[in-house]
Nanobody
Framework: QVQLVESGGGLVQAGGSLRLSCAAS???????MGWFRQAPGKEREFVAA????????DYADSVKGRFTISRDNAKNTVFLQMNLLKPEDTAVYSC?????????????????WGPGTQVTVSS
């Protein structure tokens, strides 16, 4: 069984930065890890994903160039560095893990989820 717990959310001004962490318990080293977000009244959307070897990453167009996903397999932790934050980045950010999936951007295919952490960007 895999359990995920996010941390690092908070309130930040537009243009600022936050670093989210996702601590995983269980054997996630061979899993792809990802971040999704959901804003009030909106559907959950893909943010970023990283392969188990950390050699492959994927980003939503809306965050490309501003967000960076990384992982430390020795510590079973995944990070999301968020720079140049915008008010439209405000959402609950959730960490997810999956053994394998043909479509990393499809949240319905991910197996394990954390409870989420709130990120609020003020203008």
């Amino acid at each position: 069984q895999v359990q995920l717990v996010e941390s690092g959310g908070g309130l930040v001004q537009a243009g600022g930065s936050l670093r989210l962490s996702c601590a995983a318990s269980g054997r996630t080293r061979s899993y792809a890890m990802g971040w999704f977000r959901q804003a009030p009244g909106k559907e959950r959307e893909f943010v970023a994903a990283i392969g188990y070897r950390a050699s492959g990453t994927d980003y939503a167009d809306s965050v490309k160039g501003r967000f960076t996903i990384s992982r430390d397999n020795a510590k079973n932790t995944v990070f999301l560095q968020m720079n140049l934050l915008k008010p439209e980045d405000t959402a609950v950010y959730s960490c997810a893990a999956v053994a394998q999936t043909p479509n990393l951007r499809d949240g319905s295919r991910w197996q394990y989820w954390g409870p989420g952490t709130q990120v609020t960007v003020s203008s």
